[in-house]
Every structure is written in C-alpha cells, then in structure tokens.
C-alpha cells in the first residue's frame, strides 16, 4: 500500500530582487516525500538548497509553484512541528547543554518537567548524557553538532530540516555522524530533509536524493536508493553505491 | 601558568613598582616637595585636617554615580535602537556628532546649568562614559546569527524571546567591554568636573594643596583616586565574572 505523501513539493519557486535584478533562486523543484523519509538534497553552493528549506520552515514565501506538508493521519503544524539544524552548532555560550536543548521547547511554551525529561532522553540518545550540565565550549565540534539534533528533537517536530549539518567537521568526524544520524533517524522515525554538497554524503544517508544543480537553479532529478538496511559504511565500498555516485556527478557535470 | 602564579607575578610587579619609586626617590636626591616617597605620601593621610573622608566620599559619589547613571540610560538607549530602527538611524549620527564635544569643555556650561557640586560632576562623568556603553551594548545587541533567529523562528518566536533568550544575554559581553572602558573614563570626568567647579572632592583638594606646593598629600590624593577607580574597575570584573566568565570558561 501506498500511503500519501507527507510533503508534496510541486513546480516551487523563488526569486530573490537583488539591486534592480531578478535572481533566481529555486525554480522547477517538485519533490514527493514520504513521512519518515530521509531525503538528501545534493547540489554545489548557491544552487538554492537552504532556499527550499526557509520556504518549508515557512521563513520565506514561495514566488510560484505549492507546497504542502501533513495527511489527514498526520497533520503537520506550521510553526510547531519543524526542527532545524544548520552547518553551525549556534548553541548560547550562555546556557548550559540541557538548557540549549530545551529553547525550543521554552519559546513554544511546552509544559517545563515533560521537556526537561525529553531533552534528557534525546542528550542520552545522541550520546552526550554525561554533558547535560556542561557549558558548550566545553564540547568538541561533533558533539555541539549532537546537542544540536537534539535540540531539533526536543518539541517533538514532524519534520527535521538539516542544512549542511556536518558540512565544518572533520572527514572522520562525519562518517561517524552520517551514521549516528542514521541510527538518530530509526529511532525517532522523523522525517529528515538533509541537504548537503557531499555526494557520498547525500548518498549513503538518502532513502531518496534530488539533485540540484546551480546556475539556474533548478532541480535536475530526483531518485530513489535502493540499499541494504541498515546502513552501514562498507556499502559505500559497493557497485550499487558507486553506480548511484556515479549518476550524480553525471548530473551535476563532473563526470 | 597557573591562575596563583599568574596572580603572584601581578601581586609582585606592584610591590615593585612602589619599591622602584621609593628607592629612585631617595637615590637621586630628588626634593621632597618635587616627588615624595610612598612613605611620605601616604603619611599625609593621618593629617587630620585634611578631611580626607569628606573628599573621598564626595569623589566616591560622583565616579559610581555618573558610572551608575550612564550604564542604566546607556543600556536604555541601546536597546531603543535596536527595537526601532528609525530611532537609531536618527540618533546613532547624532550621538556620534555629541561625542565629538569634549565633555571637560562643558563643564563650565554645567557649572552655570546646574550649580556648584556633587551634581555637575556627576553629570560630567556620566556624558563622558555614557557613548562607548551605547555603542558596545547596540553592537553586541545586533551581534546575532541570522541563522539562529530563522531556527527560532521556525517555532515562531516573537519579538520578545528572541530579544531576552538570545539578544540581550548575548549583548553582555560586549556591555562589559564598554563598563571597562566607561569605568576609566568615569574617573576623569568626575575629577576634571572637580578642578573646574567644586569645593569638595580629591580634584578639588589637589588643586588647593597645589597652590601650597603640598606634593606628599597631591600625590596621596592621586593614589586615592585610582583606588577607586580601580574600585569601580573591579566591581564591573565581578559583575562580569558573575555574568559572563563564569559560564565562558571550562571547569
């Protein structure tokens, strides 16, 4: 059985008017998304990545085209079900590692012992549950990362929008946090739009990849990937993989 | 270094300091009335008829009130011109034009504004460290990551969380910046206020035991001066240990 998609992206588009001259943005982007999907978005700077996801956050108006998220099994609400995580960790020096967690929790007015519990579970789910107390310097780059999924989680979003999340860390750092992301991901069962310019990146973590090219921004394809899950690095290593790389520096012209 | 050590070897350039001037004093022979010894200064504070305690507490008044003063209306101020950009585009120029006045030049005009005193200089002080505690607190205000303002306002975080959860914690650092340098100002203004209109505090007594070539007690009026500068100096380090430092460093 096919259930209705949970976002359903149609022909969106967006220009920006910069001094005088139109640029566009995002143009041609139509993209189905199943609840619970981890869909990469791959594609170089400036080919309107970050855009799609102000658009779904609801931070930006589209220009053309619709969007919509939610099913009547699951109805999705605008400005309380959307989690976000960015290149930076853009944690409050300020605050403590639990308290980070808990800001979303505390602008959207959620009940104060619940979500304290909550960011707890989702500390202690990413890993960091000896660092509640600790302030985030104290924090490798990696684990503000984790602290910073956690806070995505903490108000219990339908929908997670990552932006480059480990695009700053260190090669190994993020292999080893494309696979906490995984595991992050079949445990809280999220649906995750995760954009990324890492090819092997979008491919390894996708369950589906839309590609994005630049320049005019548009999208050039989307695809699904059919690999054995759950993931592990070694698949990298296989045909199917390689085969599935090789079509996106096809499309974006690197091959 | 250790945190001990490194207070140790700042105790120990002090000491060094006042045993450098002592022994330059009495090694080259200079007059007493020229430059006095740390002894001799400090023995004039046990001349009663001075009124020491008078000077000092009406100097004392004047530092921390204008301090006190500018860093409330300058705080004030910052965050009106964050919250109303029209005020800022306005204003900013404006104060920029006002600072250019060389507030010691005032003083006269507040002598005949407000009268002889405790008030005028307090005044003085306060115009003098009221601009770098606008313009540090406005920046640090408007410091913000854009990206941090779309997160929470993807879960539709008004105007007022974001400037109380992030803008205003995070200006704090840079309001401390400002006190620093507002602190040392403050000092000068209050004493320059002093010399031109005034019959008490340690500026005003300076210039009296001037006229009487008194340098043992001017020099002890000098030391007491920058003890409260350094006072108020210190407050603002605690004040911004409690705030800031204390969440800043790892333990």
């Not at chain 1, 605008?78 to 300020?94: E, N, S, T």
């Amino acid at each position: 059985m096919t259930a209705a998609p949970f976002i359903r992206i149609e022909n969106l588009r967006k220009v920006f008017r910069v001094s005088g001259r139109e640029l566009v943005a995002v143009q041609e982007v139509t993209l189905d998304i199943r609840e619970g999907e981890l869909v990469s978005i791959v594609g170089p700077s400036g080919c309107g990545k970050s855009t799609i996801l102000s658009i779904l956050a609801g931070l930006l108006p589209a220009d053309g085209g619709s969007f919509e998220i939610g099913t009547p099994e699951s109805p999705f609400t605008p400005g309380r079900d959307i989690g976000m995580v960015f290149q930076k960790a853009l944690l409050l020096k300020w605050r403590t590692i639990l308290d980070n967690v808990l800001l979303p929790a505390e602008i959207l007015g959620l009940p104060r012992r619940e979500s304290r519990e909550r960011a707890r579970d989702l500390l202690q789910m990413v890993g960091l549950d000896g660092f509640t107390d600790a302030y985030p310097q104290q924090l490798s780059g990696g684990m503000q990362q984790r602290a910073s999924i956690a806070r995505a989680l903490v108000h219990d979003p339908k929908l997670i929008l990552m932006d480059e999340p480990f695009g700053a860390l260190d090669a190994l750092t993020r292999e080893k946090m494309n696979l906490e992301l995984l595991r992050i991901w079949r445990e809280s069962r999220k649906t995750i739009l995760f954009v990324t310019h890492g090819i092997q990146e979008a491919v390894f973590l996708g369950s589906q990849v839309a590609v994005m090219t630049a320049g005019p921004a548009r999208m050039a394809d989307q695809f699904r990937i059919e690999l054995p899950e759950p993931r592990h690095l070694d698949v990298k290593t296989t045909e199917a993989f390689g085969a599935y790389a090789r079509r996106i520096y096809g499309l974006l012209g690197l091959d | 270094m250790g945190r001990y050590r490194s207070y140790l070897y700042a105790f120990l350039a002090h000491v060094a300091f006042v045993l450098l001037w002592h022994f330059a004093v009495v090694w080259s022979g200079v007059p007493k009335f020229i430059m006095p010894t740390p002894l001799d200064a400090l023995r004039e504070l046990f001349e009663p008829h001075y009124n020491w305690g008078t000077h000092i507490w009406v100097t004392t008044l004047e530092v921390f009130g204008g301090f006190t003063l500018a860093a409330v209306v300058g705080v004030a101020m910052a965050v009106l011109f964050v919250w109303l950009p029209g005020a800022n585009a306005a204003l900013m120029p404006l104060l920029v034009t006002l600072n250019m006045i060389p507030k010691v030049a005032m003083a006269p005009l507040f002598v005949i504004w407000l009268g002889f005193g405790i008030v005028p200089n307090m005044v003085i002080a306060f115009t003098i460290c009221f601009f770098p505690i606008v313009l540090t607190t406005y920046r640090g205000l408007m410091e913000v990551e854009p990206e941090l303002i779309n997160l929470v306002r993807s879960v539709r975080a008004n105007r007022w969380q974001i400037f109380t959860k992030i803008q205003l914690p995070g200006s704090l650092p840079y309001l401390f910046s400002g006190m620093k340098v507002a602190a040392v100002l403050a000092v000068a203004g209050a004493i320059v206020g002093e010399f031109i209109a005034s019959d008490r505090g340690l500026g005003n007594f300076l210039l009296i035991q001037q006229n009487m070539l008194n340098t043992g007690a001017m020099v002890m009026a000098l030391i007491l001066i920058t003890l409260i500068g350094t006072a108020l100096y210190g407050l603002v380090l605690l004040l911004e240990w409690v705030f800031v430092t204390r969440k800043e460093v790892a333990r």
